[in-house]
């Protein structure tokens, strides 16, 4: 069976969602506040860590649905390049996101 273009941009929208949740899943564990001494701890770089590593994955996969499936043959070439940058600059951001979490 063949996937058709709009089964492919139906996964990179839903992939892109999903980054979307747990990069905001992983900056309001981040601004929590635990009240066990170890949660303090532990709980302001473990879980964020978690969540930000999730969305690295995830974006993984959507740059390679990028290079290296269907999508190359979309008609619209400005939404192609569109569809190009975007995993690349929430990977910039997810890397900002992890430095911030060890430096700051």
């Not at 990179?12 to 929590?32: E, M, P």
């Not at 770089?45 to 499936?69: G, M, Q, R, W």
């Not at 600059?89 to 996101?97: D, G, S």
């Amino acid at each position: 069976m063949k996937i058709n273009i709009y089964n492919h941009l139906s996964i990179y929208h839903t992939n892109l969602r999903n980054i979307g949740l747990f990069i905001t899943i992983a900056l309001a564990s981040y601004n929590f506040t635990y009240k066990s001494n170890y949660m303090k701890k532990v709980g302001n770089t473990i879980i964020p860590l978690v969540f930000i590593f999730i969305s690295i994955l995830l974006n993984i996969d959507l740059i390679y649905l990028i290079n290296y499936n269907e999508l190359h043959d979309y008609k619209n070439k400005k939404d192609i390049i569109t569809l190009n940058i975007i995993p690349y600059l929430t990977m910039i951001l997810l890397i900002l996101l992890f430095l911030r979490i060890f430096f700051i």
